[in-house]
C-alpha cells in the first residue's frame, strides 16, 4: 500500500479509532524524548493483595479482583512500564484495522469498530509475545538496584505521592545522575514536591521505603 495511499486508509472513518490511539501513542513518546514526561509518569503496580494501582500526575485510581491480577501479570503488566505495553497493543491495533478495513473495502464505521474488539484481543496477545524482551531488560535493571543499597540514605524527591498502602515515585541521584524509584512511605503521607529519605528496601514489593525527611 503506498504511503499517500495508507495515510488515506488512516484517517477514513472506520480507521479514526485505531489512529487517534497511535497518535496518542506518538505524542506521548514525544514528550518523553524530549524530557516534559518521564517514562512512568503514566503507570500502574499491583499490591499484595491483588489490587490495581494507575498512578498518573493528575489521579490514582483503584480496583481490584483476582482473576484481574492474574491477566495482568499474564500480559507482563506490572513488569514493564504501561506505555510500553500500550504501545506495542496500539500498533498492531492500527495495522491490523487498517488491514481489515482494506481488504472487506469497509467504508462503515460502525463496522469498523466490530473489527476493532477481535483486533483488539489479537494484539494483546501479541503485545505479550513484543514485550518479553522488555520484561528481561527491566528485571536486570531491578536486579542491578534491586538489593537496596543504591539508594539507601540518599534523600530524594517525591514525584508521586506515596502511602503506607499505595504506591508512588521518587527520584533520587546516583553519582549525579537521576534514578527512579518506586516508593511506599512507612508512616505519613509523602505529597508530591516533597523531600524524603530512603530508608530501606522491600525486595518481596520491589519498592523503596521512605519518610519525610525535614531539614533544619
Known amino acids: 500500500m503506498p504511503m499517500t495511499e495508507l495515510l488515506q486508509a488512516a484517517v477514513l472513518p472506520p480507521n479514526l479509532l485505531p ?28 499490591d499484595d493483595h491483588g489490587h490495581l494501582h494507575f498512578d498518573s500526575d493528575a489521579a490514582a485510581g483503584e480496583a481490584g479482583t483476582s482473576w484481574l491480577n492474574g491477566a495482568l501479570a ?24 487498517i488491514l481489515a478495513n482494506y481488504y472487506t473495502g ?27 524482551p522488555f520484561v528481561k531488560l527491566f528485571t536486570a535493571m531491578e536486579k542491578e538496584h534491586g538489593g537496596g543499597e543504591v539508594a539507601i540514605g540518599k534523600v530524594c524527591t517525591v514525584l508521586l505521592p506515596a502511602t503506607p498502602e499505595h504506591l508512588g515515585q521518587a527520584s533520587v541521584r546516583i553519582d549525579g545522575a537521576p534514578l527512579m524509584l518506586n516508593v511506599r512511605s512507612t508512616k505519613a503521607p509523602v505529597a508530591k514536591g516533597e523531600t524524603a529519605l530512603v530508608i530501606d528496601y522491600d525486595a518481596h514489593r520491589r519498592c523503596y521505603l521512605i519518610e519525610p525527611f525535614i531539614t533544619n
Open 19 to 46: 489512529t487517534a490511539l497511535l497518535v496518542f501513542v506518538l505524542l506521548y513518546w514525544l514528550t518523553v524524548i524530549v524530557g516534559l514526561l518521564d517514562m512512568k509518569t503514566v503507570d500502574l503496580s499491583l
Open 106 to 132: 469497509n467504508t462503515s464505521l460502525l463496522l469498523g469498530l466490530g473489527f476493532c474488539l477481535p483486533l483488539f484481543i489479537a494484539s494483546l496477545f501479541v503485545a505479550k509475545f513484543l514485550t518479553l
Open 74 to 97: 499474564f500480559f507482563n503488566l506490572g513488569r514493564i512500564p504501561l506505555m510500553i505495553f500500550l504501545s506495542f497493543v496500539i500498533l498492531p491495533l492500527w495495522v491490523g484495522s
